[in-house]
Nanobody, 127 residues
Framework: QVQLVESGGGLVQAGGSLRLSCAAS????????MGWFRQAPGKEREFVAI????????YYADSVKGRFTISRDNAKNTLYLQMNILKPEDTAVYFC????????????????????WGQGTQVTVSS
């Protein structure tokens, strides 16, 4: 099973940018569709973005579309989330997640669609 470790979170002013990384270890990172989720205090974990195994297809939540970009480098076993024009409502703990190898659908937007999770990285956007 793939193991995941996020990094890159921090404190940023509204309108700023951050890039999150998710380093994967274990076998066959390139076989797994990958996703980003986030969870704000007192709220449920919500879908942010998903990317296919090759990186050729991706899909975003409406709340981040046009501002966030998910990407991956399979040679480096790393998933990224570039976040631009950040808003205070983007404040949350951000998690990367791996779905089981070999299956991709841009509608995999629920946490139970994913089999492995990182520990999360805090993103705080000040107004």
């Amino acid at each position: 099973q793939v193991q995941l470790v996020e990094s890159g979170g921090g404190l940023v002013q509204a309108g700023g940018s951050l890039r999150l990384s998710c380093a994967a270890s274990g076998r066959s990172f390139s076989n797994h569709p990958m996703g980003w989720f986030r969870q704000a205090p007192g709220k449920e974990r919500e879908f942010v973005a998903i990317i296919s195994q090759s990186g050729s297809d991706s899909y975003y939540a409406d709340s981040v579309k046009g501002r966030f970009t998910i990407s991956r480098d399979n040679a480096k076993n790393t998933l990224y989330l570039q976040m631009n024009i950040l808003k205070p409502e983007d404040t949350a703990v951000y998690f990367c997640a791996a779905r089981q190898a070999g299956t991709y659908n841009r509608l995999y937007s629920n946490p139970w669609h994913y089999d492995a999770w990182g520990q999360g990285t805090q993103v705080t956007v000040s107004s």
